[in-house]
């Protein structure tokens, strides 16, 4: 048989082969063992006990780790500043095999470390060291590796054998399939073959032979060593194991075990999100861009993140400088920040450099560059500014930039002035810059030319000579009468009819009656007196007084012809000066001339003398010869001369205009527009033309010496208002708006009449209606300027505010005319009211400085709810303080409450009814009478005993069953909460309850 010749050869090879297995150092370890505590050095990944165990012994792990004994502390994470603690595993051997080598019961006390830091990117400017769980440090109970492992690795039939008791007590050499075990020996047997796993079932068991035969050796089966007979692998052994003899003892055991903790025992704390953020080169200038791949220990680039390579952006001009641009990339899911650095920029002006411009420039001033305050450069007429590169220093430049100041020309003091050579220098502008000067008959003339596109303007002095003596060129003729008439005592001579050619005759004494009958003598004359003055620029005014009195303002006295005859005989009397002879009433008056310069302009100086002879001094002018030729007294013939002399000098220096100012061709010419450019003056200057219904008036101005002048205005006639108005009889009143009216023609059916045009105007016609029929009364309409009966007339038009508009309603074919007014709206409220917020006490407001912004202030009586009074014309308000709060007149849920709205009221205790409590509040002298109702069947408040957790928010919460709608009211502020709720009938109980303020209850 195969199987005989495979035992046959085993037995051969037994007999040869005799296996002794060392034992450990201590032998046949007793149930319940305890193992000194093993401690597993710093550093070591694991401890292990290396002997095998029966059911009972026990075993202690001791461990006090560093950094380096946990997994969790490598890769990405960096772990700082341990503060380890000591852990231990206790452990027990119940050589279940399906659990860790046999072991079980583990007990584990203390922790791992008290404190620890976590930490990643460490060294980095993203170092961060997240907070560990709390109860990471206790992670030995969660997080340990328990293992029992065989030293069994090969043996004869598979079976090592471990503390033997004694030399050849167990042995594999039997020459069979086949152990043999001696009396009283004992072994811890791995039945390797069985397989490797500490977890093989019957792989280990202690082995005690304590009887039978002493003098012979017990055989155990070591297979069958594979199927057969229906049997499975190792059965035989199995069955021995777990059923042996009654002299054999077979005990579970535990292999070695290796056991580590305080390894990788806490869960790495996760990432915290980290947002980039931009390093100290943001936002500076450089000159060149940032570095890239800096070290991450460097806070240039990225005070958090990782930086980004630097790209230049020259999008951003002129609007901004232009940018290296990098981004700080968040970590682990923080966001990415966007970081940029300024390259150099230099300043550039903006388009309103070198623009003209009447005002200050104060956009585009520049295009690039930070700009400075504008200044004004009054040399060169020119804005100034600068646009300053950033970040300067020796990184960028500044432009200096202007503006030029349109300046409009202007003339200057020289305008107007009299010159006798050309004007130059600084006067002739005031702005601008001067042409040069030219002259015509009567003027210097300028332009100054306005500045930077400025505009031109014209501009004149007036020229001027040397002043010379001013001819004048006078007579006087007498003519006298005597007896009872007024006797013109004066010069014989000849009489001037005319002034000779450049000279003007200024009219003094004309008699135009030439007849005078005085006794037998008729004297017959009509002679003038005149003086003529030459044509300066001086003129001498003259005035004849004929009676005592003092000479006007700015006129000489020339002195006093008078009588030195005291003969009152009448008709022997010297008629020399002018005298009344009224009935043989002979009174001698005196007789002066009054002279007077008119000279503005202080150019002239006048002097007078009185020669009694016939002539005046060399250089004098003759003003009166006083020369009587004929005169019978007392039969004697008289004769006298009495002259006046009139000398007029220029003062030294003095100026006088070489021409004046004169009308030009439109100077009596009709017209129908108003005359203008250089028709108005043939020299000088031309003033505002002003009209009147018919004529143009002007003047010409020269050197101060102005001609007054005027044209026709050429009008149309207008007819007036008697065009409107029925009448039965024709219109007198109101014919012609403008012009002259013609007589009124009766044309049957209405009246008819012309407004002939002024100065050669066009005729109108006119005409005004009859009536048509019988009279018929004017009425007013109920609008403003309507009638609901006759014609609108006078209707004054008011429309603003506060006023009344006026108007009348005339009547037709004779009828009345109504007069109509209706008053406008009146204007809105005038004041400003001082704003007080809240509800007060009492009235803050009691005079306009407490009560008004705007208007004065007057009292106005108070509402229940409101103090009131009045700013100007506007009413303002304060909401009075309610002192008993929301719970007042509601359904009271809790108890009485024994405290007021306001913090600042008095609380007075009421007499309750058997409906309501009842108190009130009074603060200052406001008082408020306070109650709330008792609760009552019916009501939908929900009751609250006391004050309710929970804020009645709700129906539900708020109102009994059946309510409709809640709606939450809110707190007083002062202790009370408030709330209503809706019946089904629709009515609305109101509910109030306290919100825990003591003094509620």
């Not at 772990?79 to 595993?89: D, H």
């Not at 968040?330 to 920040?337: F, K, Q, S």
């Not at 600068?386 to 202007?402: F, V």
């Not at 957790?949 to 309510?963: N, V, Y």
Request: glycine fraction near 12%; include cysteine; proline fraction near 5%.
């Amino acid at each position: 048989m195969v199987r005989d010749k495979f035992f046959s050869i085993f037995t051969l090879i037994a007999i040869l082969m005799v296996v002794q297995i060392a034992a450990p150092a201590h032998a046949n370890e007793a149930a319940g063992h305890t193992y000194p505590t093993i401690t597993i050095p710093a550093g070591t990944a694991s401890g292990s006990l290396n002997e095998y165990s029966r059911i009972g012994a026990t075993v202690t792990f001791e461990k006090t780790p560093n950094i380096s004994d946990f997994a969790s502390c490598s890769g990405s994470i960096t772990c700082k500043n341990l503060v380890p603690s000591t852990a231990q595993i206790s452990m027990s051997c119940d050589g279940d095999e399906s659990l860790k080598g046999g072991w079980d019961s583990e007990v584990l006390t203390g922790d791992c470390w008290s404190s620890i830091d976590a930490c990643y990117y460490e060294g980095t400017i993203n170092e961060d060291c997240p907070p560990l769980d709390p109860d990471a440090k206790k992670a030995v109970n969660n997080d340990y590796q328990i293992s029992g492992y065989s030293n069994c690795s090969s043996g004869d039939k598979g079976m090592c054998a471990y503390e033997n008791t004694g030399a050849k007590q167990f042995s594999t050499v039997t020459g069979d399939h086949m152990f043999k075990i001696q009396d009283g020996a004992s072994a811890f047997l791995d039945y390797r073959a069985l397989g490797t796993a500490t977890d093989t079932p019957y792989k280990l068991r202690w082995v005690h032979r304590n009887g039978g035969d002493a003098s012979r050796a017990l055989m155990i089966p070591s297979g069958p060593f594979v199927s057969t007979g229906g049997l499975t692998p190792y059965a035989d052994y199995r069955r021995f194991m777990a059923n042996p003899p009654s002299f054999v003892t077979t005990t579970k055991s535990c292999f070695p075990v290796e056991v580590s903790f305080c390894e990788g025992d806490f869960a790495a704390p996760p990432k915290r999100p980290q947002n980039g953020a931009c390093g100290t080169l943001a936002g500076t200038y450089m000159g060149s861009a940032p570095a890239n791949n800096l070290p991450e220990t460097t806070t240039q680039k990225c005070l958090k993140g990782m930086d980004t390579p630097v790209t230049t952006n020259t999008s951003y001009e002129p609007s901004a400088p232009n940018r290296y641009e990098w981004q700080c990339q968040g970590l682990d899911g923080g966001a990415d920040a966007s970081c940029f650095a300024y390259l150099p920029w230099n300043g550039q002006c903006g388009s309103a450099n070198g623009s003209n411009s009447y005002n200050q420039p104060t956009s585009n001033l520049c295009y690039k560059g930070d700009v400075t305050a504008v200044s004004v450069n009054n040399a060169t007429h020119q804005w100034e500014w600068q646009c300053n590169g950033r970040p300067g220093a020796s990184l960028s430049t500044d432009a200096s930039c202007s503006a030029n100041i349109i300046i409009d020309g202007s003339c200057g003091s020289a305008a107007g002035a009299d010159f006798t050579s050309a004007p130059s220098g600084p006067n002739l502008c005031e702005y601008g810059n001067p042409t040069s000067v030219t002259q015509d008959t009567c003027s210097w003339k300028w332009t100054c030319n306005g500045i930077h596109g400025g505009t031109n303007m014209a501009c004149q002095a007036n020229r001027v000579q040397l002043c010379t003596n001013v001819g004048v060129y006078a007579t006087w003729r007498y003519y006298g009468t005597k007896n009872n008439y007024t006797i013109y005592s004066g010069p014989g001579g000849r009489m001037l009819d005319n002034c000779p050619s450049g000279y003007t005759a200024t009219e003094l004494a004309d008699d135009a009656d030439s007849s005078h009958s005085l006794g037998e003598d008729n004297y017959k004359g009509g002679d003038r007196s005149q003086l003529c003055i030459g044509t300066g620029n001086s003129q001498v005014s003259v005035t004849s007084e004929w009676n005592l009195g003092g000479c006007s303002a700015g006129m000489t006295h020339t002195g006093v012809f008078d009588s030195n005859d005291t003969n009152t005989d009448a008709d022997s009397k010297r008629y020399r000066y002018k005298h009344n002879v009224n009935e043989e009433d002979n009174t001698a008056d005196q007789v002066y001339w009054c002279l007077g310069l008119n000279d503005p302009s202080n150019r002239f100086d006048l002097s007078i003398s009185n020669p009694y002879s016939g002539y005046c001094p060399s250089g004098e002018t003759l003003l009166v010869n006083a020369h009587g030729t004929e005169w019978n007294v007392n039969n004697e013939d008289g004769s006298d001369n009495r002259s006046v002399c009139l000398k007029i000098t220029p003062k030294p220096g003095a100026t006088c205009p070489v021409c004046a100012g004169g009308c030009g061709s439109a100077n009596g010419i009709a017209t129908s527009t108003t005359p203008g450019g250089g028709a108005l003056c043939s020299s000088g200057t031309a003033s505002a033309v002003s009209a009147t219904s018919d004529t143009y008036l002007w003047s010409c101005t020269a050197s101060g010496v102005t001609s007054n002048c005027s044209a026709p205005k050429v009008s149309a006639g207008i007819c007036g208002a008697a065009t409107s108005i029925e009448s039965s009889t024709a219109p007198t009143d109101d014919l012609c708006a403008l012009g002259n009216d013609s007589p009124v023609i009766d044309d049957v059916v209405e009246w008819s009449w012309t407004c002939a045009g002024l100065n050669g105007g066009a005729t109108v016609s006119c005409t005004a209606p009859k009536p048509a029929c019988g009279p018929l009364d004017g009425e007013c309409g109920s609008n403003g300027g309507t009638c609901t009966a006759g014609t609108i007339s006078n209707d004054n038009g008011a429309s603003a505010c506060g006023t009344t508009r006026t108007w009348k309603c005339l009547g037709e074919n004779g009828g009345s005319t109504a007069n109509c007014s209706k008053a406008n709206a009146a204007c809105a409220p005038t004041g400003t009211c001082k704003t007080y917020s809240g509800s007060h006490i009492t009235q803050p407001a009691s005079n306009t400085a407490t009560g008004c912004t705007d208007g004065a202030y007057s009292d106005l009586s108070d509402t229940s709810s409101a103090f009131r009074w009045r700013c100007g014309t506007v009413t303002c308000t304060v909401v009075k303080a309610n002192l008993c709060g929301y719970g007042n007149t509601a359904y009271m849920v809790g108890r009485k409450p024994m405290g007021c709205y306001d913090s600042r009221a008095t609380y007075s205790n009421g007499s309750d009814t058997s409906t309501s409590y009842k108190w009130s509040c009074s603060a200052g002298s406001v008082v408020d009478e306070c109650g709330t109702k008792k609760m009552v069947s019916g009501h939908y408040c929900k009751v609250y005993t006391a004050p309710p957790s929970t804020t009645p928010l709700t129906i539900t919460t708020g109102c009994a069953a059946g309510a409709t709608a809640f709606t939450w009211k809110g707190s007083n502020g002062s202790g009370t909460i408030g709330w209503e709720c809706t019946r089904p009938d629709g009515t609305v109980d109101r509910c109030a309850a306290p919100n825990g303020s003591a003094k509620f209850w």
